[in-house]
């Protein structure tokens, strides 16, 4: 027997439902068939059940932390990625034109990756690390 395409999400919006009364404020979806122009849509939130959508991919939200200072960050990776997937640390790396994008590695379960994963340093996105990055910035700049 075939598992539903959705069922890891519909567990855990079944967890979701037995300590919110909206679970699903935690998921987002966007259109991947039949978006003019064939492309994918944003992501966006959703405001009903999403489980029985077509043409539709569901996941859940960026989690978010509020520090003590009451700035809200993407919270960071708490679990290993598959091996191979790309992930992101909250330092820059120069490029060749004056610009940066933040350092990137694949995950290969060696020391490195352990290291971050528990120091709370990998982000699943740029966009994520870029975030922090400008955080430590800004509290550099307070010193």
């Known amino acids: 027997m075939t598992a539903h395409k959705h069922a890891a999400l519909i567990m855990e919006y079944a967890k979701l439902a037995q300590e919110h009364e909206r679970p699903w404020e935690f998921f987002e979806y966007r259109y991947n068939d039949g978006h003019p122009n064939n492309e994918v849509s944003a992501w966006m939130s959703i405001g009903m059940s999403p489980l029985d959508m077509d043409n539709v991919e569901v996941r859940l939200k960026q989690r978010t932390i509020t520090l003590p200072d009451g ?43 352990e290291i971050y994963l528990s120091s709370g340093l990998i982000h699943l996105t740029e966009a994520n690390a870029r975030a922090w990055w400008n955080y430590f910035v800004r509290l550099a700049k307070k010193l």
């Open 71 to 113: 700035t809200v960050l993407p919270e960071p990776v708490r679990e290993a990625p598959e091996f191979t997937n790309v992930y992101y640390l909250p330092w820059p790396r120069s490029t060749s034109n004056d610009t940066y994008k933040m350092w990137w590695r694949s995950w290969n379960n060696d020391e490195y990756d």
